[in-house]
């Protein structure tokens, strides 16, 4: 245990070291690198679909978000990432009878907080929906009385009554942004709202943070607040966006966002998971976004994009080849939400000469499986 101690300690000095020495300030906006170290690959942990704050108000939901912490630190403990992605539907705010939810999307990112781990998240359709009142809540005893939940450094007292008003996509990602010095998120160009959380992350050499090893992309795929969809005006900010810094395609790209595009539905197995295709749940029909806008047909096209990652379908968890890039899902790592699978989350491995994106699926209970190789 007490070497266990050490490392973590080791590790988490040198994420805080790697973060502070990444940062360029250009003007007043200061671009992020994730530098990797010396020697050693670059690997990424997603967590999708955590589902914290579900039926907050009975004695199952809470359990739920205990649960899931679980997960989360006995994957982080067993990875020891470089990183960690955050991948939508962090909360279930259409059960967080409260004013402020970002206490529960301070509460899922605290595992990875409490390592020195930097993360970057991207929205999911259940993270800004509106509050959905439960009907036996109109029948006797009535409305059951609710307090806000409290945090460090929260201005809420837990004295204060719950207004249901819900909090939006601009102010969850503020509020995780200005209270956390480890989070690579960010709130993306404002000519994209109400979509929000669209931006880049680079992925830099450990020898120079000036030489990019890959970019890696995050898309608001949509839902809650406005349609489930990647709009128009996004693939094209992704499409100058990416251009502008890797104008030859020689960097690999590697694209994040919650719902699945349309494209999943032509690649999805029809039954059991088999070659090319990699993974161990098939249990449901894939549930795209509302429509196709023009980000795929922009992602095909590019020779450097190597693989898109999603979540949202709690009982996928595979991989399949797309023309010239890969199709993924993560892995259900939250206790809350649909489905009984067994939990657990995706993790990614960039090598960066020759440049190489591997991945696997690291189980609660420990195991490991689903390992590919996901460069064309």
């Given amino acids: 245990m007490a070497k266990l101690l050490n490392h973590w300690n080791a590790l988490s000095l040198i994420n805080l070291y790697l973060y502070l020495q990444s940062i360029v300030t250009v003007g007043e906006t200061p671009e992020i690198n994730a530098q990797m170290r010396a020697g050693a690959p670059f690997k990424i942990v997603l967590f999708a679909d955590l589902h914290f704050g579900e039926t907050a108000w009975t004695d199952w939901g809470p359990l739920q978000d205990v649960n899931s912490s679980r997960v989360m630190s006995t994957v982080l403990d067993d990875e020891a990432p470089d990183l960690v992605i955050y991948l939508g539907d962090v909360i279930t705010a259409n059960n967080i009878a409260i004013a402020n939810a970002s206490l529960y999307w301070g509460k899922a990112i605290s595992p990875t907080r409490a390592r020195a781990i930097p993360w970057a998240s991207v929205f999911g359709n259940h993270d800004d929906a509106a509050f959905e009142w439960p009907l036996e809540w109109f029948s006797s005893p009535g409305i059951p009385q609710l307090r806000c939940p409290t945090e460090a450094n929260s201005s809420y007292s837990g004295e204060e009554e719950c207004d249901f008003r819900g909090t939006p996509r601009l102010e969850l990602m503020k509020k995780e942004i200005d209270h956390n010095v480890l989070s690579h998120s960010k709130k993306g160009p404002k000519d994209l709202w109400p979509s929000i959380s669209n931006y880049v992350l680079n992925v830099s050499s450990s020898h120079d943070p000036n030489i990019a090893v890959a970019y890696l992309y995050f898309l608001d795929s949509g839902g809650g607040s406005y349609p489930q969809v990647i709009s128009s005006a996004q693939a094209e900010w992704f499409l ?71 979540g949202h379908n709690h009982g996928l968890d595979w991989c399949c080849p797309y023309q010239r890039l890969w199709l993924c899902y993560a892995r259900h790592s939250g206790y809350g939400g649909y489905g009984d699978w067994a939990r657990g989350a995706r993790i990614l491995e960039i090598t960066e000469k020759p440049f190489s994106l591997k991945s696997w699926i690291r189980m609660e209970d420990g195991a490991v499986h689903s390992q590919v190789t996901l460069t064309i």
């Fill in 240 to 310: 100058h966006k990416s251009q502008e810094i890797n104008p030859d395609s020689r960097v690999p790209e590697i694209v994040f966002w919650h719902i699945p595009s349309k494209a999943y539905e032509k690649v999805a197995p029809k039954s059991a998971i088999e070659r090319p295709c990699v993974g161990s749940i098939n249990k449901e029909s894939v549930a795209a976004q509302e429509a196709e806008m023009g980000i795929m047909d922009i992602l095909v096209n590019r020779s450097s994009i190597k693989a898109v990652f999603v």
